[in-house]
Structure formats: C-alpha cells, structure tokens
C-alpha cells in the first residue's frame, strides 16, 4: 500500500507565496511521475505540474511562470513551490503519483489534500 502526505497548505495574502511537500511511503519499487492537481468549490480537478522520473516537467497555463515543480533527493517526495499568488489558485491541492510496486504493477495514489487560500 502506498501513502502520500501533503504539507504546506495555508492563508497567503494575494502576490504571496507558499510551499507544499508530498512525501510517499509504503510499498514502493519505483515512481513514474509525480504531480499536484487542484480543486475549487464547484469546478474539476485539474492539473497544476507534474515531474517525470527523469526530470521533464509540464505545467497549467495559468500556473506557468509563477509555479515550480521539483522533487526530492530521495526521488519520493515532490514540491511545489507557489509564487505570485493570486485569489484564483485558491483550491485544495492534491499530490498524486504515478507508482510501480512492483514490476508489472502499476498504481495511481492520491494525497488527502491541503488547502491554499489566497485572500486578503
């Protein structure tokens, strides 16, 4: 089974930034990719940025230029850190990982969430 925890969710002033931190545990052989999704009240899931194993990062139009999308040393944890902030990015956020637990079994997990509130 496989666990992912997020962190650094919170209360930001507009032009503000903040940092979230995805760690995964648990039955792990290798991760594909990792990402953070986000949802607002009334609207889908949608991707913010994810990062290959390799290290090839894609990026939400909206969130291009003022988000970045890294991982770890210890290639199980991603970021993301957020800058210009602006009241729109407000949603919570979900870490999810592409994982391998085993060779030829592949799964998709999904953090609990965290919220960020972009408000003055």
């Known amino acids: 089974q496989v666990q992912l925890v997020e962190s650094g969710g919170g209360l930001v002033q507009p032009g503000g930034s903040l940092r979230l931190s995805c760690a995964a545990s648990g039955t792990i052989f290798s991760i594909n990719a990792m990402g953070w999704y986000r949802q607002a009240p009334g609207k889908q899931r949608e991707l913010v940025a994810s990062?290959?194993?390799?290290?090839?990062?894609n990026y939400a139009d909206s969130v291009k230029g003022r988000f970045t999308i890294s991982r770890g040393n210890a290639k199980n944890t991603v970021y993301l850190q957020m800058n210009s902030l602006k009241p729109e990015d407000t949603a919570v956020y979900y870490c999810?990982?592409?994982?391998?637990?085993?060779?030829?079994?592949?799964?998709?997990?999904w953090g609990q969430g965290t919220q960020v509130t972009v408000s003055s």
């Open positions: 990062i290959t194993s390799g290290g090839s990062t």
């Open positions: 999810n990982a592409d994982i391998m637990v085993r060779v030829g079994l592949r799964q998709g997990s």
